[in-house]
């Protein structure tokens, strides 16, 4: 149990133009999901938390504008770098809250590799 | 949340007991301690988690000292699969975002 998937597993996106991420929750409810980007050889960095039905809560420096997060359901959230430039070329993890069970435990996706040429 | 000071990295023979060290000296009473993975390319994997009494179960056991400034994954017979970057996180259980630190890369060897 407790799996989550991310659809596209790599990207490759010309610069200027935007680039949709989604993250799913297959077997359980998550009221809140993650999102986290890691460049190469570095650690995640959290860039935002997405509520369903709410708006998504941003990191410090990281713009709301460029990277627009939609959480509609219970079990879908997307992110979406709009304007992509090679800078954003990344790989991109999502998570989702389990919380039930587990004691609130995250679980992430396989990542999404995104590079803007 | 509190933060955690992990070794760079550590290696380990096959078959042999991984020990790997999590220092979370600011941790407060409420903050559970959280262990995940990462192999290469992939998605962090959940290993285990506890608040203050020691946890086991199929991947590994999480030994946490009496005071809570520490503790230690324990990885009882280490595979060629077990590579990867772990990660110790402290944090709340509700709300609780996770801030990566830097982990410990173990790499284990034939």
């Known amino acids: 149990g407790a799996v989550v998937s991310q659809h596209p597993s790599r990207v490759i996106c010309k610069s200027g133009t935007s680039v949709k991420i989604e993250c799913r929750s297959l077997?359980?409810?998550?009221?809140?999901m993650f999102w986290y980007r890691q460049f190469p050889k570095k650690s995640l960095m959290l860039m935002a938390t997405?509520?369903?039905?709410?708006?998504?809560?941003?990191e410090q420096g990281v713009e709301k504008d460029k990277f627009l997060i939609n959480h509609a359901s219970l079990t879908l959230s997307t992110l979406t770098v709009t304007s992509a430039h090679p800078e954003d070329s990344s790989f991109y993890i999502c998570?989702?809250?389990?919380?039930?069970?587990?004691?609130?435990?995250?679980?992430f996706g396989p990542g999404t590799r995104l590079l803007v040429l | 949340d509190a933060k955690t000071t992990q070794p760079p990295s550590m290696d380990c023979a096959e078959g042999r007991a991984a020990n790997l060290p999590c220092n979370h000296s600011?941790?407060?009473?409420?903050?559970?301690v959280y262990w995940y993975r990462q192999i290469h390319s992939q998605g962090p994997q959940y290993i285990i988690h506890?608040?203050?009494n020691n946890e086991t179960n199929e991947m590994a056991s999480l030994i946490i000292t009496e005071d809570r400034k520490s503790s230690t994954l324990i990885l009882p017979h280490a595979t060629l699969r077990d590579t990867a970057v772990y990660y110790c996180?402290?944090?709340?259980?509700?709300?609780?975002?996770?801030?990566f630190g830097t982990g410990t890369s173990l790499t284990v060897i034939p």
């Open positions: 998570s989702a809250r389990d919380g039930n069970g587990a004691g609130e435990t995250q679980y």
């Open positions: 077997d359980f409810q998550a009221t809140t």
């Open positions: 997405s509520n369903e039905g709410s708006k998504a809560t941003y």
């Open positions: 600011t941790i407060s009473g409420n903050e559970y």
């Open positions: 506890g608040l203050k």
């Open positions: 996180i402290a944090t709340f259980r509700t709300g609780n975002q996770f801030y």
